[in-house]
């Protein structure tokens, strides 16, 4: 099963502050890396897929990379809103795999 | 607007057996790949399973293969997932989501999720 391996697990960061997070893969997954935003008791709702496209709805604030198997998301301008639990996911095979999670907070 | 329902979850026994529906509205149910996928309290998310938009394609988790069983009626714009042998570590939110993509791909609806607590 391929693995992904999300970092960091929580972080505190004030607002209009810039922030990345990142996940790897422990193998090939081309592009097929999506990004998910979860609030507390809601459901994720998706942010990026295909590592760098965004979703139609999701501020330009957010963005998606890849350099090798190393995949981020980076939030600009971090407001209030941003706070939340950040999940990448890969789809390249089965079975889909999902990193850990990082949790947002702002100072 | 595209809306995902889940239903049937509750408490059950171990080794008991539970059937959750996802309910779908607002698109073309039947051209569209379909996934469970759970999240334990306070974990993280963990894909359960996937069937395709004409049930062709069926994938498992190792952790739930040969105990669950998901399925579809598109006449009935409903997904399904028929659980048996139940464990406590099936313990979890379960959310049915849409995915956009062939055989795989990015979950872009969920439902708000049911929730299965398995305990004696």
């Known amino acids: 099963d391929i693995q992904m391996t999300q970092s960091p697990s929580s972080m505190s960061a004030s607002l209009g502050d810039t922030v990345t997070i990142n996940c790897l893969a422990s193998?090939?997954?081309?592009?097929?890396l999506s990004w998910y935003q979860q609030k507390p008791g809601k459901s994720p709702k998706l942010m990026i897929y295909?590592?760098?496209n965004l979703e139609d709805g999701v501020p330009s604030r957010f963005s998606g990379s890849r350099s090798g198997s190393d995949y981020s998301l980076t939030i600009n301008s971090l407001g209030y809103d941003d706070e939340g639990i950040y999940h990448c996911?890969?789809?390249?095979?089965?079975?889909?795999?999902f990193g850990a999670g990082t949790k947002l907070e702002l100072k | 607007e595209v809306q995902l329902v889940e239903s049937g979850g509750g408490l059950v026994q171990p080794g008991r057996s539970l059937k959750l529906s996802c309910l779908a509205s607002?698109?073309?149910?039947?051209?569209?790949?379909m996934n469970w996928i759970r999240q334990a309290p306070g974990k993280g998310l963990e894909w359960v399973a996937s069937?395709?938009?004409?049930?062709?394609?069926?994938y498992y988790a190792d952790t739930v293969k040969g105990r669950f069983t998901i399925s579809r009626d598109n006449a009935k714009n409903t997904l399904y997932l028929q659980m048996t042998s139940l464990r406590s570590e099936d313990t979890a939110l379960y959310y049915c989501?849409?995915?956009?993509?062939?055989?795989?791909?990015?979950?872009?609806?969920w439902g708000p999720g049911t929730m299965v607590t398995v305990s004696s």
């Open positions: 996911h890969q789809y390249y095979e089965y079975p889909n795999t």
């Open positions: 193998q090939d997954i081309g592009n097929y």
């Open positions: 989501a849409r995915h956009r993509g062939w055989r795989s791909g990015y979950f872009d609806f």
């Open positions: 295909g590592a760098t």
């Open positions: 069937i395709s938009s004409s049930s062709s394609y069926i």
């Open positions: 607002g698109f073309t149910f039947s051209n569209y790949g």
